[in-house]
């Protein structure tokens, strides 16, 4: 990473109910129709308050890839690369290292799930107790990818976001 990196970390939206006869693997488990609904609206909310980022990483579970597509539809975001670092029960320092490798421009976007977003952000500014609730969107303003090397610019929860719609 060079310079600044404005980085934005996004929950994927509500999503289905665990049901390991629906989905024997969790990874397959997609987007309720409301939750993609409501989201489409968040999304369009978040293109009016933010310039799509450079780049979109993703973890590639069907709910969190979904809601990188949604984003792309509906904010006019690139479309998303996967990021096996950010699948669920991955470690938030996982992330960081792997994140080292990427070259993102000035902006990325990395969407994908609880409770390792919410580390990841604690890491990065240093600790914080921070929850993501399902489709929020954190925005981080990071001169490294190290603990400490971001400062926390805002959190906004998706009803702000379809509020947020002009």
Do not use: C
Not at 65 to 73: C, D, G, K, P
Not at 83 to 101: C, I, S, T, W
Request: glycine share 8%; proline share 8%; charged share 30%.
């Amino acid at each position: 990473m060079r310079g600044r990196l404005d980085i934005l970390i996004v929950r994927h939206a509500i999503a289905e109910e665990q049901d390991p006869i629906r989905w024997p693997d969790d990874a397959d488990r997609p987007l309720t129709l409301e939750g993609e609904v409501a989201y489409r609206k968040a999304a369009r909310g978040l293109a009016d308050l933010i310039d799509p980022p450079a780049t979109v990483l993703s973890s590639p579970f069907a709910r969190a890839w979904r809601t990188a597509e949604v984003l792309q539809e509906e904010a006019g975001w690139p479309k998303p690369e996967p990021f096996k670092a950010l699948e669920a029960d991955r470690d938030a320092q996982g992330v960081l290292d792997q994140l080292a490798d990427v070259d993102g421009g000035p902006s990325i976007a990395l969407i994908g799930h609880e409770p390792m977003l919410s580390e990841l952000i604690g890491l990065l500014v240093g600790g914080a107790n921070i929850e993501l609730k399902k489709g929020a969107v954190a925005r981080l303003d990071a001169h490294a990818l190290t603990r400490g090397g971001a400062t926390l610019r805002w959190l906004l929860p998706p009803k702000v976001l379809r509020a947020a719609r002009r």
